[in-house]
């Protein structure tokens, strides 16, 4: 599954040929949680809530171009949350 990025501990990824909705996952220590792009929340409460703070802060900032690297299966690198 390809990284998309990483900040404060957090690994996000996306597979190329997922299931539907589109979604990230979203990696922290030992959990790992699924984010939904189209209605940016999270699937579980795996994740801690500052960790899910920060990574809906990130995926707000990134959202078209994670929805369109969903679509067209053109996986890329994005900036951290800085």
């Keep these: 599954m390809p990284e998309i990025t990483r900040f404060f ?3 996000i990824r996306m597979f190329v040929n997922d299931h539907e909705p589109s979604h990230i ?3 922290y220590g030992e959990k790992e949680s699924v984010f939904d792009l189209k209605n940016m929340q999270f699937n579980d409460n795996n994740l801690s809530p500052r960790a899910q703070k920060m ?3 990130w995926a707000d900032q ?3 171009q994670l929805l369109e690297m969903w679509f067209t299966k053109q996986i890329r690198k994005l900036p951290p949350l800085e």
């Design 9 to 11: 501990g957090i690994i």
């Design 25 to 27: 996952h979203c990696i």
């Design 62 to 64: 990134y959202r078209y």
């Design 55 to 57: 990574i809906i802060e």
